[in-house]
C-alpha cells in the first residue's frame, strides 16, 4: 500500500520491512503506518542479532532494489517476499536475513516457526 505521496507504508494486515546490505533493515516511519507489536518485536531481534534498522519513508523503486522484503504481523510472525509487482526480490527466495530473523523468533518463543507452518500448511 501506498500513501498519498506514493511512499510504500504496509501491506493490508502487515508491516513491510525492507533488507539491503549496504543499509541494513528499513522500514517507514512509525507515524506513517499502524503500530504493529510484531514490528517491534522483529526490531528488537535484528538489534539483538546486529543488524541496522532505521525508519525512513519508502518508495516502489526502494521495494524493487532490495536484497530481501519482509512482512511481520501477529500470526505468521515474519514472512519472506520474493516478488514485487511482478518482478523477482534479490536471490527469489528467502534470504539469509529472513532466516536469521525468523530462527531468532523460534528462539525467543520456543517453537520452531517454521516447523509449525509446514506442519499445518496442508490443513
Known sequence: MT???RHVTEATTANIVLYHPQ???RTPPLEQVLHGISLGILERLARQLAIPWSY???SAPDVASSSEVMLTS???CVLP???FNGSPIGASHPGPVFKQLLAAWSELVG???LAQAQRY???
Open 74 to 76: 501477529t500470526s505468521p
Open 23 to 25: 543499509r541494513g533493515l
Open 56 to 58: 525512513e519513508s519508502l
Open 3 to 5: 500513501d498519498a505521496d
Open 81 to 83: 517476499v520474493v516478488r
Open 121 to 123: 500448511a496442508h490443513r
Open 111 to 113: 517453537v520452531d516457526i
